[in-house]
């Protein structure tokens, strides 16, 4: 059960869900209170609620003492409050700076560019973060007030974390002067929202079995060898790079671990499937979309033809849709449990060398395509729900497809080095069989 979605039950997950709430009734009547939320620092937030602590203690009628801690908050508050207006930004402008996308688990960081165009210098900033939704993580912040010198430009960078794919905004952030005694800012400048996508994390593919489709083969191709490849120079290390093309003397020289980067002199056609039944476990379906991405990149790095996309829930991707690797991943990113259908996809892949097909349970289509003669490389991803669990729950496990290459869900997200080029996946599916219904959990 995921407890940090539960706890945003209530909030709307996207900007126009939350657009519509603030055009409620409801919503019309809290925004004074967001008002005052914003006029106020953090300790000015905690004040408020000791205020509110005390007031309660002060109905009490034995203890006479305690109006006079209530008298004296009251007055801090007010005082604050009253004396917002005389520290208006009028001479800062603000603007944004964000990337469109971003990956799961890496930290996404947006800047604020505050300008002094005045001739005085502007200090005690405070920056109101917007709410996150529940996959959202604030990272700690360089400092808690910022200051900008006349004619000067003051770049304020915070930065977030995120654990969900797909589409994300973040609502306007607040840049207000802290009034004396830290407790409210002065009047706030909102800046624009901001619009990304998170990605999902690529697995480590680090063998495929490649063969050439008709075109290729029609223009005189080779399709790809273990040993078919050229240096085309190095790069810094990745999580996932084998040891043996780390190059020991530029490592030396710079300092950081640096490996060959090899350039595959040779011609191979694919496509790339995903399919999420919507009946799987959590994390099958992250597995499966995270292998989807690991192909994607893998084929650019071998420089074999990508020549369609065909992700649940999204339109499928061919020809010029293709050149550049981004609009895959993201379409990846934005996949969505849908069913898929033979008759669709087919045109798309008619021809192809080799059709990558992967899905977290039992697919019509993928069989339905290879009886037609589509070479479909099925990859099933097993979640890691055990069989005391399943038995608990009354359902049976989800039956491995024939002919499919078994990848454990675990494997995929621990970032562990994924071979599909070895073994049969005849043995491959009969073996996790026999140890699903073998001992052991």
Request: hydrophobic share 45%; glycine share 10%; aromatic share 6%.
């Amino acid at each position: 059960m995921n407890f940090a979605r539960l706890n945003h039950i209530l909030i709307p997950s996207t900007k126009e869900g939350r657009d519509r709430f603030r055009n409620t009734r409801t919503g019309r009547l809290v925004k004074p209170l967001f008002r005052l939320y914003l006029a106020l620092t953090p300790e000015g937030r905690f004040l408020t609620i000791f205020w509110l602590l005390t007031g309660a203690a002060g109905l009490e009628v034995g203890t006479t003492q305690i109006y006079v801690l209530f008298a004296l908050v009251t007055g801090l508050l007010a005082a604050s409050l009253l004396a917002r207006r005389a520290y208006r930004l009028a001479d800062l402008t603000v603007s944004l700076e964000a990337p469109l996308r971003t990956t799961v688990g890496e930290p996404l960081t947006v800047t604020l560019v505050v300008r002094n165009r005045g001739e005085r210098p502007v200090g005690d900033l405070d920056v109101s973060t917007p709410l996150l939704p529940w996959d959202g993580r604030w990272l700690p912040a360089a400092a808690d007030r910022y200051a900008v010198d006349p004619g000067e430009t003051t770049r304020i960078r915070l930065a977030a974390r995120f654990t969900e794919r797909g589409d994300h905004h973040l609502d306007p952030f607040h840049l207000g002067r802290t009034v004396p005694l830290g407790v409210a800012c002065g009047p706030v400048i909102d800046t624009p929202g901001v619009r990304f996508l998170v990605r999902p994390r690529p697995a480590v593919v680090v063998a495929l079995p490649l063969a050439l489709g008709r075109e290729a083969r029609s223009q005189g191709g080779r399709a790809l060898a273990p040993d078919a490849r050229d240096l085309a120079g190095t790069r810094p290390y990745r999580p996932g790079d084998r040891v043996r093309d780390l190059h020991a003397r530029s490592w030396a020289r710079l300092g950081i671990p640096v490996v060959r980067e090899w350039r595959e002199d040779r011609v191979a056609d694919a496509a790339v499937v995903l399919e999420l039944t919507g009946s799987a476990t959590q994390d099958a379906e992250a597995a499966a979309v995270s292998l989807a991405a690991g192909l994607i990149v893998r084929l650019a790095e071998l420089s074999a033809a990508l020549d369609a996309v065909v992700v649940s829930g999204q339109a499928p991707l061919t020809g010029p849709a293709l050149e550049q690797p981004d609009l895959a991943l993201d379409a990846v990113a934005r996949a969505r449990p849908e069913a898929l259908s033979a008759a669709a996809i087919e045109p798309a892949v008619r021809g192809l060398g080799t059709v990558f097909w992967v899905t977290d349970g039992p697919s019509d289509a993928a069989p339905t395509l290879r009886r037609r003669g589509v070479p479909v490389e099925l990859i099933f991803i097993r979640g890691s729900e055990s069989r005391w669990l399943r038995a608990a729950a009354r359902s049976p496990a989800a039956p491995i497809p024939a002919g499919a290459r078994v990848v454990a869900a675990r494997d995929v997200l621990s970032g562990a080095r994924i071979d599909l080029a070895g073994g049969s996946p005849t043995n491959e599916a009969a073996g996790h069989a026999r140890q699903e219904s073998g001992g052991g959990a």
